[in-house]
């Protein structure tokens, strides 16, 4: 479920700093180092939890059917447009009164079509995650995080100390969304 890194927001120098605290560094010489494992240990928080954890733009693609479907990501926050797109990949935007949504108490995004114009797919955008910025990001997964990025750190030389502190599960796995295929 993870996106590339490069599709996270800029981190904030503030968890740069927390990363560096953790793993008691008084200098910032490897910052850019400290960044990276920032956001492989968040890649590796949305893997783990199912959850996206900053709010961005997801764009999925899906049979055009006339029963309910489930978007991928999750939370979902608000779905933005919904396209016919034909064979010929010429996309063409369905008219409110073409289709349902819904979004239900536990964020995951539905569509459903009320009628087939012949297309096979439908483009879906939306914007999913649990929080805005990093600022807002629950305290037990900010944490599970910057353990993480420290672990990453700590050992980036090849020399592992018994792999990830359970730490870092422990304070994930309240957030954890399993879903069954």
């Known amino acids: 479920m993870s996106f590339p890194i490069a599709d996270w927001p800029d981190l904030p120098a503030a968890l740069i700093a927390e990363v560096r605290d953790f793993v008691r560094i008084d200098h910032q010489a490897d910052d850019a180092a400290i960044d990276a494992f920032v956001r492989s240990a968040a890649s590796l928080c949305e893997d783990f939890t ?3 954890l900053i709010a961005r733009s997801v764009t999925d693609m899906l049979p055009a059917r006339r029963e309910w479907q489930k978007l991928k990501r999750l939370p ?5 447009s919904v396209e016919a797109v034909g064979a010929d990949g010429i996309a063409a935007a369905f008219a409110v009164e073409d289709y349902a949504l819904d979004i239900d108490s536990d ?8 009628r087939s114009d ?3 797919r439908i483009r879906v955008a939306y914007s999913a995650g649990l ?3 990093w600022d807002e990001l629950p305290a037990g997964l900010r944490q599970g995080i910057v353990r993480m990025a420290g672990y990453l750190y700590a050992n980036r030389d ?6 990830p502190p359970s730490a870092v599960t422990a304070l994930w796995r309240p957030f954890r969304r ?3 295929a």
């Open 178 to 180: 399993m879903r069954m």
């Open 131 to 133: 929080a805005t910025d």
């Open 50 to 52: 199912g959850q996206m």
């Open 158 to 163: 090849g020399v592992d100390a018994g792999g």
């Open 107 to 114: 964020g995951i995004g539905w569509i459903r079509l009320h």
């Open 118 to 120: 012949g297309g096979s």
């Open 76 to 80: 979902v926050q608000s779905i933005v």
